[in-house]
């Protein structure tokens, strides 16, 4: 069982805090077991298995001499390497009804079966009403001699804490680093405005230490690798101190993290007020996101392109896309990233007259039944012009002989806007008398944010632009 966080949604956030208490050993020593008892039990255990730090706990064993709590389910092993001493990791499931669901112990012997020292490293907590989720931990192989707890909350701050591993085989907690946040912030190089973001060369960075207080791991605790860096820092005039932070690469159960640089608003007790991602790509299941071309002004504004590409497993859709939004965000009163949105592209390069044929022949079994004949498929979202949002959406129609495909726009009530053609067979045919069929529903595009540039579409060589009352003109 490999023990970690599932993918988190969206983008990976961070925030500065204070560290909480640490957790104390627990259990029932089994050193005044049968010994050789335990020795055999020993040698019976599995090795577990690692991959990129995580644990692995392929089968249920007995529990020797850690049957002292009452269980539904158990698992063990011994940590992989040459030691002096014997590392065990068990597993413990409870009975539902209880608030503790599961729990993870690290346990070390003497080769000839002798506890030495346990530590607890793992589990799954339950809140007393209503059987919510409220902590998950579990252990990753930090380093031969350190094993890392990652802890999370679905409400508060998820952190991680670390373990050493003796020569002799006892486990020590290491303690949280003492320093305020000036020092912490101290780490980070200053940067001259205005500043560009590019890719950073680690070689050059401070690592961020997983045992500072200062970084709370919020929704990347689920990734394999926790590599953080000091890459920068910002000061501005009656603005909050800004701190950049530069990721190297990392994998969340299939959601893969390119290199990433974020800034983050601080106030000066450490918390943050905001952050934004400046510089990187998150990529998995079909949906890949980038940020690029990031720049910080003298007046701590900020200037990035935000792009979101899909790579056409859509219904109708199956072309590859891109949409992308040049945003300025300023920081207000109280420290959070207010954004302008500079303009909307959305391209589709592979756009042509034979791609759209193609995609009659791929959905025509579809479009051949009576309740198929239509196929709509939402682009992309507008919510940044007021009074109402707008929708574009594509339109592919087949009935007999008659083909037509076509974009449309509609408001936030379903309403249709207008409507333009990229393909009607044979041309005669009267297509504004074809309904397109839309079920009610609430779609919204986007949080209402201040929109002041152009919405452009590029299909292939052709250009088109949404006004704010969402009519397709060309430009």
């Known amino acids: 069982m490999r023990y970690y966080l599932p993918l988190l949604t969206s983008l990976f956030l961070f925030a500065c805090g204070t560290p909480e208490k640490g957790h104390q050993q627990t259990g029932t020593d089994s050193t005044r077991a049968n010994t050789a008892e335990i020795k055999s039990w020993l040698e019976k255990l599995p090795v577990i298995k690692s991959e990129n730090g995580s644990f692995y706990l392929v089968r249920e064993t007995a529990p020797g001499p850690l049957g002292d709590r009452k269980f539904k389910k158990f698992s063990a092993g011994k ?21 503790i669901l599961s729990s993870q112990l690290l346990v070390t012997f003497t080769p000839d079966g002798k506890e030495i020292s346990r530590q607890e490293v793992g589990g799954l907590r339950l809140t007393a009403a209503g059987g919510s989720e409220d902590l998950r931990s579990w252990p990753v192989l930090f380093n031969d001699s350190t094993i890392e707890v990652r802890e999370a909350r679905p409400q508060g701050k998820s952190e991680v804490r670390q373990y050493v591993l003796t020569a002799a085989g006892d486990i020590r907690a290491l303690p949280i680093e003492k320093g305020g946040f000036e020092e912490y912030a101290s780490r980070f190089p200053a940067l001259q405005l205005p500043f560009t973001v590019v890719s950073p060369v680690f070689a ?21 690798k926790l590599n ?24 969340d159960d299939g959601a893969d993290l390119d290199t990433a640089v974020q800034v983050a608003a601080c106030k000066a007790d450490g918390s943050v007020t905001d952050q934004k991602t400046l510089y990187g ?19 701590g504004s900020i200037t990035v392109e935000e792009s979101n590409v899909n790579d056409g497993e859509m219904a109708s859709w199956e072309l590859t896309s891109t949409e992308t939004r040049l945003v300025t965000y300023r920081l207000d009163a109280e420290g959070k990233f207010q954004p302008e949105i500079r303009g909307i592209t959305f391209a589709v390069p592979g756009y042509s ?30 919510q940044d012009r007021m009074p109402f949002g707008i929708m574009v959406w594509v339109h592919v129609y087949q009935h007999g002989q008659q083909q037509l495909a076509e974009l449309f726009t509609t408001d936030d009530t379903k309403k249709v806007l207008d409507r333009y053609v990229l393909y009607n067979y044979p041309e005669a045919s009267a297509y504004q008398a074809v309904k397109i069929p839309l079920e009610g529903g609430d779609d919204k595009a986007y949080p209402a944010t201040n ?12 250009i088109l632009q949404v006004t704010p009352e969402g009519k397709f003109i060309k430009p």
């Open 204 to 224: 050059k960075l401070r690592e961020v230490s997983h045992l500072s207080p200062w970084f709370s791991y919020e929704e990347v605790i689920g990734y394999d």
């Open 281 to 299: 790509r998150l990529s998995g299941e079909g949906i890949e996101r980038r940020w690029r071309k990031a720049e910080i002004q003298q007046d």
């Open 228 to 251: 953080m860096f000091h890459y920068g820092k910002v000061t501005a005039p009656g603005k909050p101190l800004l701190l950049l932070y530069a990721y190297a690469p990392a994998n």
């Open 79 to 99: 940590l992989e390497g040459t030691r002096k001493f014997i590392p065990v990791l068990a597993e413990y499931e409870f009975d539902a009804e209880g608030q």
């Open 353 to 382: 007259l034979p791609a759209l044929k193609a995609i009659f022949e791929h959905n025509k079994e579809q479009l051949a039944k009576k309740e198929g004949e239509h196929i709509t498929e939402i682009l992309f979202g507008i």
């Open 451 to 462: 929109l002041t540039g152009p919405v452009t579409i590029q299909l292939g060589e052709t």
